[in-house]
Structure formats: C-alpha cells, structure tokens
C-alpha cells in the first residue's frame, strides 16, 4: 500500500473551527467550541484519508524570520480571543490521545514546516493531503500534493489540484506567490502593490509570468498608471512576493518515519471526550468492555429480616435504586453497617420491618447515608420519613471535590482512597444493558457501600474541618438536601387541559406562519429541511450566502439572523423555529411527564454538579422555561397551585451577583449606588461616560449592563463585543473604562489572582471552595482561562450560596410559624411558593424579609415578590 501523509495546519483549523461554532462550555466552564469543532475535522480526515503517517503543525509563537524582513508583517491582527486561546492546551491534548505527532519551531510559521515535510514526502513517494483554512498552502498543490481548504465551516472542503488552481485562477500553484506579491494579503498585513486587486494580478502573471519578469518588462504594461504604480512600489512586490512564499527548507529535527499514525489510546480519548463534555462523540466510540478492578471483598452478612439489635444506635444506611430515575424506582435492597457488623436485606424484608420503619424514622437514631435527598424520596415512596441523617458522603465529597464528576459510589470512594466498592457498571451493566442480577451477585455490592460510607465519613470529616468547611456542610448543604426532597416529592401542579390547549394554540400559529412563508416563498417547501430552505433563499430568492456547509447552504439561527434584514421571510423563519421548539420540547416534552394521577411534575434538583454551586434542574429542567418569547412564558400559565384556594407566589433577588461584586470589591461607588438604590446601570454608563444620569440614554445604559453582568463572567474583549456588537478594540477601550472608573472591582480581580496563584483556590463568602489548577499553568492559555475563574467564582458561588441559606431560612420560618404555604422551586436567584390566600400578608412579609437578612453584606440585599393564580400571573 502507498505511503499517504496528512499534514494539518493546527492553528488554522482551529481558528476557523472556534468561529464556525457557538461558544460550548463543558461543566467546567472551559470553552470547547474549537476542540469540538478541531475533533470532527480530525475523526472526519481519520476516517477518509486513512493515512499512514500524520503531522499537526502549530506557529510557535508571534515572531518569524520574516519579521526581520517586514516588522509589520501580520501587524494589525488582533489578539487571540481568550475563549480561543484556554482551548490551544485541550486540542494538544486531543492529539497525544489520538497518538497523532504535532509539532512546532521557533522562528517559523506552520506553513513553513507543513512545507518542508510535503516536499521531502514527494520526494520518497508519498501520497500528500494538506488540511487548512489558509489559502496561501494552495502553492503548495502538485501532481502528488492535494489541498484541502476549509471554506465558512470545518467540514467543508474545496479541495486544490494545480488542475483546480488552473481552474480557478489560471495560474500554476507556483504563481499563487507572485498573485500574492502584486495583491497582497491583508490578513496578513502583506502590502503587496497598492491599488492592484486580484483579477489584476492574475491578468499581469498570465501575460508576463512572474512578478520578475513583470517589473522587467514594465514598459509593456498596458496603462500609464498601472506602470507608475508598478515603478513606484517595485520593492514592495519584490518583499511581498517573499513574505508569501513558504520556506520548505526547515531545519527539522525529526524524519517522516517517526510521524507514523498507528492507533489511539482509546481510554485517553474517552476520558478527554467526558471531561470536555462531548457526549455525541462519546457515543460513536467503540470502547470495550471493561474488565471488572479488582476489590476487596467485605465481610457481610445476608439478613433476611431487620432486627433492632443490627441497627444500633448509629449506623450507616445505603439504599440502592436499579433504575436511573429515582422519583419511580424500585429499591433493590438495602446495606446496613454498624457496630454490629455489615448486612445486606433485601428490599421487601426491610421495607416491611416495623424495627425498620421505627428506627428510620427516630430523629435520635444517626444514619450516615450516600445522597441523602434520593435516600429519603426512595424511602418516601414506601411510607417511610427517613429522619436522623447526619452524614451524607455524596455531598461531603462534593464539596472537597468540586471540579470531579464522578459516575457513581465506587468512584467517589476512589477518590477518598477507599477501593472496596465495585463499579455499577461491572455488577449491573450499562445503558440498555443494565438489570439486576441474582440476589447473591449484587448483594456484597450493595453492603460494600454501606461499609465503605463508615470509612468515607472518618476522612471526608476530616478533609472538611481541615478546609474550614464543616459549617457549609452541616448548616448548609446537609439541610438544603432535605428541604430540596420535600420540593421534589411536592411536585408542581400543571393545568394538563391548558398545557393541551397552548400546544393547539402553538400549532394553529404554526400553520399561519407557515402560510405567509409559502407565499413569500412563491412555493410551498419543507421548512425545516436546511437543503429546500437553503434552495429558497439563496437561489430562488437571491439572498447573500453567508456560510456553506459539506450539504450547500448554511441556514443556523446566527446565519439567519444576519440575513433577516435583507428580506422579510428571514423573521417569520425565525419565529417558526421558536415556536417549534416550544412546541416539541416544552408543551410535548413536559405532557410527557405529567404524574397521570396527580397531574404534578416533580422535577429534579441537582445539588452536587456545578463547580459555582448553583442548583441545576432536569428531568425535566423547570429553570429553563424560554420566557423572553412571549409564547414561551405563557407556558408558566400551566403551572398553578395544587389547592383551589392558593396563589402561586414568586420572590426574586435583585441583581445579586452585582451586590456580591460590591461587597468583595469593596468598592465606593458600586457601595454608594446600591446604598442609595440607583439603577445600577444608569449609574454606570453615567460614571463610564462622564455624564449626569439624566443624559443617559439606552444604547449607554445596554453598554453598561453589558459590562456590568460580563464582569461578573471575567468578560472579555471578544466576548463583550459580540454580546453588543461592536468592535473588539471599542470592547477593550469600554472595559478599560469600566475597570479606571470601578478602582476596587480591579484591585479585587488582581487580588483575587494572586490569592488563587498563593493556594491553589478561591473561597466563596461562605467558604465554599473551587480549585483551579490552570492558575499556575506555564500555558498562558490554560492560565488565562483560570484568571477569569478565579474572578467570578466569588461572586457566582457566594450568590449561589446566598440563595441556598435563604431556602433554609424561610423554610425554618413557615414550621416555625405553622403556615401552609410551600415553597416549590428554586430558578436560579428566584423562589416559587404555593400560598393559601389567607397568608399571602404573611408572605408579602415574611419572605422578603428573610431573604434580605440570609446574609450580611455592605450593600442591602433587595428582594421583589409578585403572585397570582398561575406561575405566568406572579412574574
């Protein structure tokens, strides 16, 4: 078989993958957008190439050799986005885990080394595909060269032959340079002559062959001004005609034998691809089965009834649920570990023991437990009030550990060094797979958790006093998980008949607009079919084509957005896509899993996931309800009180994170405006641009909320200007602005950096901690990316924080206060009651009081509430 090489242009690909994409955030934080988009690119060439042999080169950094001949050459480019930047390490690391050689040298360029190594692969008779964004590699297309050019995406490819060269320009590969040297390269500030464009370059080269020969033969050009320009500016095509060319005399330490593309480490791939969240193409990988670790085996005994004696008065409860969806599982069985020794009982045996059901539920009896809010609704749901909970590993371990995920108790336990415990995975299977065995093979699993949570709690108490961290444990998170199960089993009422009559609603606007797209259209078509759509804007209706994929024309939301000025279709488009998403994945998706006989959701708060602290909800997300489009907060109307005689009642924090900033930041004016309640964000734009508050105006104040809500998301350059669409340099010079006029918000993040640097962390008010192991990286991307943590993990964790000892206050205050009312969810800064109507006073009262006062800060908090008979009616 004839040797085939790849040679990729790392930074090329990876700059166009991070503009083609959205900004995606793995659970971390970390954007992925251009590894996702580097990885599809790779798997894609891995697959139809099949090469032999494999080279990633990268530009080794600012300066070049041929800086030393034009000092303005790539002058002008503006900085690398940070949100690119965090990104370089990862698509590195992509690559050791495919097993693919990547390479760079000082002084040179990429295109230098991709040149270098083509030619000495035409020399022993290599097959050569060259993967770019960067039209300047097309001189490098010969007989045995092909170049494969990305246009607006990552997977479409134009591919250049000299016969596709000719094709298109009329020219040789070779005079690619000399079209260069006349035109120049404004990306990469190359002057080239000034006032000669493309068409007349390639017009010169055709007739005279190279920028040589041209200014050889000037008096032969046809046009007086042409030859005035060519005389003047000799030298500039002479210098631009050098900068274009691409060295293929490299001083390379490495031979093309060593760039040999084998296989890759498909455990290292699977474990980059989770951590970055890229769960599609977790999917497509072919991993095989794992054996089983090897464990140490527990000494248990198998208990057919529950007797007083096993459970003592302190023991360690594990209830194990077969199902993922805990809200309808089954319980498969139980371990108990005591004083007494370690014991499986099967499920009906415990379930139907009075002793049980009696010490279960004695405040004074202690259980230590794993996940204490599943513990107690899987015991719920068989008519037991789990009490007496004082330990729960899963979120002890959550808060030592913040940044891990791990899949289930064996690898919790690891991470605590205890290795007792099997994986899920290896007693019941996986996905599909999963079942429950016989009784003998997974009963030593389930009492291993209960023996191992004995051992957990010793060292994670530990660890957490060590941390300062026992108060947030005990006083915060422990009793958020019970009133966060209280929440779950409530459940929300939901109008079905409503839900219904929205969702016919949605369809008969639907067919509407429908209809006015047909007309405008002049035909009917397939709406959401991107090729027909594509077909009726750009071809039959002559829109600019903005971006083109490997199937024709782009038509994402960001690309429609851009056209929608150009035609009125674009809008009704868009509005379409909306409605339909609606209609599929909120009225269809949430019917879905209405209780039949309750009618209620019970949705399902994550406690321990986000590394800021911050709740998130699924099965179904009930944070996530689209509102900015009016259809879509009509859907809250659906949501209603579960007693005729209530209101759904909602209480919001205002602008928390920005009161958090002002509290740490210590900072005068952003203390002063909230002290004397101003509009934050009038009050900014008026400070930033030196005018009264009454001369600012709403493109001023949209600036300022910009900044304001960016800083809290360590904000960037590029990141504010496409937030506001302006330029990056008027993004900087806006921030800079913000940060002379805020001293203390920059005093903080500078402080905060050098404090995370010193320990390796930043605390929140409350002593909830983030570690952040990039802020010390000798990558200045992966660095950068851990600045911007270190900034905002103050502010988002302690608002987190804030909101959670507020759901424990007003909760103690309802029992204290024997009222009815029941809070019922938590969205973000945001709490939702079902109050009976003879407490709203109460309430009006009450809630924002104790809210206001969850924690001390040199700002107040402020708290506005709203109700009525639906969700929809209290915002």
Known sequence: MKKKIVLIDGNSIAYRAFFALPLLNNNKGVHTNAVYGFAMMLLKVLKEEQPTHLLVAFDAGKTTFRHETYSDYKGGRQKTPPELSEQFPYIRELLKAYGIAHYELENYEADDIIGTLSLKAEQEDFDIKIYSGDKDLTQLASEATTVCITRKGITDIEEYTPAHVEEKYGLTPEQIIDMKGLMGDSSDNIPGIPGVGEKTAIKLLKQFGSVEKLLSSIDEVSGKKLQEKLREHEQLAVMSKELATILREVPLDFSLTSLEYNEPDDERVYELFKELGFNSLLEKLDRPAQEPAPHQQVNYTQASEVTADMLGEEASLYLEMITENYHHAEVAGFGISGQKGTYFVPAEAALASPAFKKWAEDESKKKSVYDAKRTMIGLRRHGIELKGIDFDVWLASYLLNPSESPEDFAAVAKLHGVSSVQSDEAVYGKGAKRKLPEEPEYAEHIASKAAAIDLLKAVCLEELEANHQLDLFYELELPLAFILADMESEGVQVDVGRLKEMGEELKGKLTAIEQTIYALAGTEFNINSPKQLGTILFDKLGLPPIKKTKTGYSTSADVLEK?????????????????????????????????????????????????????????????????????????????????????????????????????????????????????????????????????????????????????????????????????????????????????????????????????????????????????????????????????????????????????????????????????????????????????????????????????????????????????????
Not at 714 to 738: C, P
């Open 563 to 875: 056209l929608a000025p150009s035609h009125e279709i674009v809008e009704h488009i868009l509005h379409y896509r909306q409605l339909g998403k609606l209609q599929s994945t909120y009225i269809e998706g949430l019917l879905k899993v209405v209780d039949a006989d309750t009618h209620k959701i019970h949705t399902r708060f994550n406690q321990a996931l986000t590394q800021t602290g911050r709740l998130s909800s699924t099965e179904p997300n009930l944070q996530n309800i689209p509102i900015r489009l009016e259809e879509g907060r009509k859907i809250r109307q659906a949501f209603i009180p579960s007693a005729q005689d209530s209101v759904i009642f909602a209480a919001d924090y205002s602008q928390i994170e920005l009161r958090v900033l002002a509290h740490i930041a210590d900072d005068e004016k952003l203390i002063d405006a909230f002290l004397h309640d101003l509009d934050i964000h009038t009050a900014t734009a008026a400070d930033v641009f030196h005018v009264s508050q009454d001369e600012v105006d709403s493109h001023m104040r949209r600036q300022a909320k910009a900044v304001n809500f960016g800083i809290v998301y360590g904000i960037s350059d590029y990141g504010l200007s496409q937030s506001l669409g302006i330029t990056r340099k008027e993004a900087a010079t806006f921030i800079d602005r913000y940060l002379h006029t805020y001293p203390g918000v920059k005093e903080y993040m500078d402080s905060i950096i050098r404090e995370a640097k010193e320990k390796g962390f930043v605390t929140t008010l409350l002593q909830r901690r983030r570690y952040i192991p990039e802020i010390t990286s000798r990558n200045f991307n992966l660095r950068g990316f851990g600045e911007r943590t270190a900034m905002n993990t103050p502010i988002q964790g302690s608002a987190a924080d804030i909101i959670k000892k507020a759901m424990i206050d007003v909760a103690e205050r309802l029992e204290k206060e024997q009222l009815q009312s029941k809070l019922l969810l938590q969205v973000h800064d945001e709490l939702i009651f079902e109050v009976p109507k003879e407490e709203i006073d109460t309430m009006k009262q009450l809630v924002p009081e104790v809210m206001e006062q969850a924690i001390q800060l040199k700002v107040p908090l402020k708290v506005d509430y709203s109700y009525g008979p639906t969700w929809y009616d209290a915002k």
